[in-house]
């Protein structure tokens, strides 16, 4: 919808500035209009590149949060391991636990019977001492003593025995609490992890989000400059039609200007013949008059008429002095024609007997006549021109520029008011403010040549001007959004920029 109502909207701006503008403020109107696609072509290009390198940071940031994801599965993967591994710990020590009360218990028990033996033994005298004090019988003593012995070694070999199982269980129980605090920190390591790969996954899907924003953002923007870039072509389109029009219409009319004036100068050249035939004839009476006249004479010298020999000769004289004036005309007349332009020709030849078809002859002057070029038109540029003001170049024409698109032409650093003097000769045919290059001068050259000149403080020229090389025609400035004063230059063939350097020196 928008765009139909774009389309007419444009049609009908179009058909009412074709209708109203003469052939200059076309050819300005589409050399600003080239320019401004140029511009946004050129807008258009470093969008796509800026959505292609999001595009492949877009890319980037999803294969890193692909990479932090499958991460986390693999440090889920092993939480879960050593939480399973925990848990056989726990059964362990829990085991462990039991068999240490267990052989506590048992030594508890073994500890008590022993402390009973030796309280029996000791009530009941059997002791080394006692059995060696007796007196008794040697053998019987021996018997008591390796008894007693025997006793002894298997009631320290059961303490042995029990301390030995209770060190085992305890070195077995500081062992599992040992690989407890080992899962543990391990545990904690890992959760530690994880909390910072989470971290790095949210990080990255806000990052991703950024990007996919950014892409919508450009992507409608690029929409739009695109839409924006078909209106402006079919603007110049419709003036190109207009322009070929118009000069289709200045051809005709030249052409038929030229058949008036030949027509003129023939007429003018029948004139001049009939008036050269009229003079014969003048001559060939006043011949005839004076052979009248002398035949006239010899009857009045026959008739011996003095009175009218007299008359004869006077009536001759008249005849001859008419016809030398009347000849005298003639050769002036036909001078006069021939020195005329042709445009004048038909009005000279006519001026001597009629009034009435002086004045139809003479030239009619068309009505808001502008500047002419001169004879053979405007020959467009030659290289070697010199600069249209003095100063330091800055820009290098078909690089990036800095606050973004690329240079199409140079800025010239120069004070504010120096005078901006014109390459070559040509016409102006756009001299306006323009939105991004403030005050702004166009010349056409011819052959399809143009030379701009922009951010000028001022304009001295004015739309159909025809200039000389060198002519001044603004002064430097910094209009249009500039901070530093200069004068921005362009050089176009065919609508399109070219290298100013290739053209100018300095």
């Known amino acids: 919808m928008w765009r139909v109502l774009a389309g007419v909207l444009l049609a009908l701006w179009v058909g009412s500035a074709v209708g109203a503008d003469t052939p200059q403020a076309l050819a300005a109107r589409q050399a600003e209009a080239k320019k401004q696609q140029a511009e946004l072509r050129s807008r258009i290009d470093a969008l796509q590149k800026q959505i292609d390198h999001q595009e ?57 019977e022993l ?59 500081d062992k599992a609490q040992a690989r407890k605090k080992e899962l543990a920190d391990v545990e904690s390591e890992v959760a ?95 011949q005839e008059a004076e052979r009248a006249a002398q035949e006239a004479q010899a ?21 001859r002095a008419q016809a030398d004036a009347a000849d005298k005309a003639a050769r002036d007349e036909a001078a006069n024609a021939k020195k005329a332009p042709p445009g004048q020709q038909g009005a000279a030849g006519q001026a001597q007997g009629n009034e009435t078809a002086s004045s139809s002859a003479a030239p009619v002057h068309g009505q808001g ?18 600069l249209p003001v003095e100063g330091e170049i800055q820009g290098k024409f078909g690089l990036q520029r800095p606050d973004g698109g690329i240079w199409r032409g140079v800025v010239i650093r120069a004070k504010v008011g120096t005078p901006v003097h014109v390459v070559a000769a040509g016409r102006v045919v756009y001299a306006n403010w323009l939105k991004g290059f403030g005050n702004i001068i166009i010349v056409d050259h011819g052959d399809k040549y143009l030379s701009v000149y922009a951010y000028n403080q001022s304009l001295l020229k004015k739309v159909g001007d025809v200039l000389r090389a060198g002519d001044i ?32 020196t300095h």
Do not use: C
């Not at 003593?145 to 009631?155: D, H, K, P, T, V």
């Not at 006549?369 to 010199?386: Q, S, Y």
């Not at 002064?475 to 100018?504: C, D, F, K, M, S």
């Open 192 to 286: 530690d992890q994880k909390e910072k790969l989470q971290a790095q996954k949210h990080e990255r899907e806000k990052v991703l989000g950024r990007i996919e924003d950014q892409l919508r953002q450009q992507r409608a923007q690029a929409g739009t400059m695109e839409r924006n870039d078909k209106r402006l072509s079919g603007l110049i389109s419709g003036l190109s039609s207009e322009i070929a029009r118009q000069a289709e219409e200045a051809r005709k009319a030249e052409e038929k200007r030229k058949a008036e004036e030949a027509r003129k100068a023939e007429e003018a050249r029948k004139a001049a013949q009939q008036k050269r035939l009229a003079l014969e004839q003048q001559r060939k009476a006043a």
């Open 115 to 173: 402390a009973r033996q030796l309280r029996a033994r000791y009530s009941s005298g059997l002791s080394p001492w006692a059995a060696l004090l007796s007196g008794d019988d040697p053998q019987a003593i021996s018997r008591e003593l390796s008894y007693l012995g025997y006793i002894s070694r298997a009631q320290a070999g059961a303490v042995s025995a029990l301390h030995a199982a209770v060190d085992s269980l305890i070195a077995l129980q």
């Open 56 to 112: 492949s940071s877009r890319r980037d940031a999803a294969s890193d949060l692909k990479d932090s994801e499958s991460a986390i599965s693999d440090i889920d993967r092993r939480l879960n391991e050593l939480e399973r591994q925990k848990e056989r710990v726990s059964d362990e020590l829990e085991r462990l636990s039991s068999q240490t009360a267990s052989q506590k218990k048992l030594m508890g028990q073994r500890q008590a």
């Open 369 to 386: 006549a502008v500047a002419l070029p001169p004879p053979g038109g405007f020959t467009g540029l030659h290289k070697g021109l010199p």
């Open 473 to 504: 025609i603004a002064t430097v400035g910094a209009t249009g959004g500039q901070v530093e004063p200069g004068l921005y230059v362009e050089i176009r063939h065919n609508g399109l920029p070219v290298n100013p350097q290739l053209w100018l």
């Open 299 to 319: 009857r009045a010298r026959r008739e011996h008429d003095e009175a009218q020999a007299r008359a004869a000769r006077l009536q001759v004289e008249q005849a």
